[in-house]
């Protein structure tokens, strides 16, 4: 392997999930989280795409060819997990507690005086939400 790569990488580009329910994924990202749905290219499978920031959220409805929905079923903070920054996790938290969405942990502080909320989507993903001090 060469010392250094010709390769930089930008930026987180999208996440792609299976899901069972894609209406129900939508609820949950576009009316829970506030991202707002994308056009998406017409596949031969369906899906949907959420923009969150600069990054994306592509979700491709459980079928035949796409492996299972669904994480694998250990809810720990140190699980497999993707994260977004928000402005206020604490204030995430109690907006998530409303909306009935399932908790793992949080919102609890880091060491570097970070706030990290873990919950689950409908299909048992476990999200952080984080803010800076």
Not at 6 to 33: A, G, M, N, W
Not at 91 to 101: D, P, Q, T
């Amino acid at each position: 392997m060469p010392a250094t790569s010709s390769i930089r990488v930008q930026t987180l580009d999208h996440v792609t999930i299976v899901v069972k329910d894609l209406e129900r994924s939508r609820q949950f990202y576009c009316d829970v989280l506030g991202m707002e749905e994308q056009d998406r290219p017409n596949f031969a499978f369906q899906g949907s795409w959420f923009q969150a920031g600069d990054t994306q959220i592509h979700t491709i409805l459980e079928f035949e060819d796409s492996g299972p929905a669904g994480d694998d079923g250990k809810k720990s903070t140190r699980a497999h997990h993707f994260a977004f920054r928000v402005d206020d996790a604490k204030a995430a938290a109690e907006h998530l507690k409303a909306c009935g969405v399932p908790f793992v942990a949080g919102p609890k502080e880091r060491p570097d005086g970070a706030v990290q909320t873990f919950v689950t989507d409908p299909d048992g993903y476990i999200i952080e939400l984080c803010s800076t001090p």
